[in-house]
């Protein structure tokens, strides 16, 4: 049995400090937890389904961090703009993991506000804080916004890959050619101890819609393109045959 979820790096255009939370919870099999071994590193750490048959996702998109508690919070009432900042959305993200203890924590793009944010390099390490911190492997994919400051798309999930767990690639290493940055996809194998433990029950697949449309007769967002279509059909068509 093979699900398969599909997270887009979304399109999202809402100049606000504005979270989403979206929690899933697929019950398919019975299961095991995170196989936690110090020795591998973050990108071979085994996702798989825990013992009372949840893999649980917290979804986390538009953060739009910049500077962290010089960055006042937008479309809050009036009386609750003083003392509201960046660190009030890392608050948030940190009682949210506390309360619902996920597997992954999936972050769906617009994790930085670039106009505001001085520096990526440091809205990007506060912005993912609350998730290293947790120790919960997480993965982040890029919305319209996270170019926008000092680095470049590739170079915003250049520097996601190597932050501590962090199951995020820039891109698949098999693809030859694929458009945009942060393409891959995460296996999430079956309960320890059943005979589907080395199978990936649920695979996950990212991929980057992209930022704005190239195309000047097409006005608007991105997309994503045919390369990343192909990839996903054949990756998708591979895991099948496992
Ligand atoms: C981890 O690596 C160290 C050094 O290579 C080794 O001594 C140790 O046995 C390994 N631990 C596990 C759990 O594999
Ligand atoms: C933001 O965080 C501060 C410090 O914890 C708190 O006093 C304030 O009420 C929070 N603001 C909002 C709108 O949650
Ligand atoms: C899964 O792989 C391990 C290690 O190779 C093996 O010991 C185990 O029997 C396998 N489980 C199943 C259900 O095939």
Known sequence: ????????????????????????????????ALAADPNKTHQQKKLRFGSNGVFKILQVADMHFADGKSSPCLDVLPNQVKGCSDLNTSAFIHRMILA??????????????????????????????????????????LGNHDQES?????????????????????????????DGFGNYNVEVGGVKGSSFENKSVLNLYFLDSGDYSTVPSIPGYGWIKASQQFWFERTSSKLKLM
Do not use: C
Not at 4 to 25: D, H, K, P, Q, R
Not at 100 to 125: M, Q, R
């Open 150 to 178: 000092t680095l470049s798309r590739e170079g915003v999930m250049k520097h996601i890959v190597g932050l501590k767990n962090t199951l995020s690639q820039v891109n698949p290493p098999e693809a030859k050619f694929i």
């Open 100 to 141: 619902e203890k996920p597997n992954l924590i999936v972050f769906t793009g617009d994790n930085i506000f670039g106009f505001d944010a001085t520096d990526a390099v440091k809205s990007l390490n506060a912005a993912f804080a609350p998730a290293i911190a947790s120790n919960i492997p997480w993965t982040a994919i």
């Open 1 to 32: 049995m093979t699900t398969s979820l599909t997270l887009l790096a979304s399109g999202y255009n809402l100049n606000t400090t504005f979270v989403v939370l979206l929690i899933v919870s697929l019950s398919l099999l019975p299961t095991g």
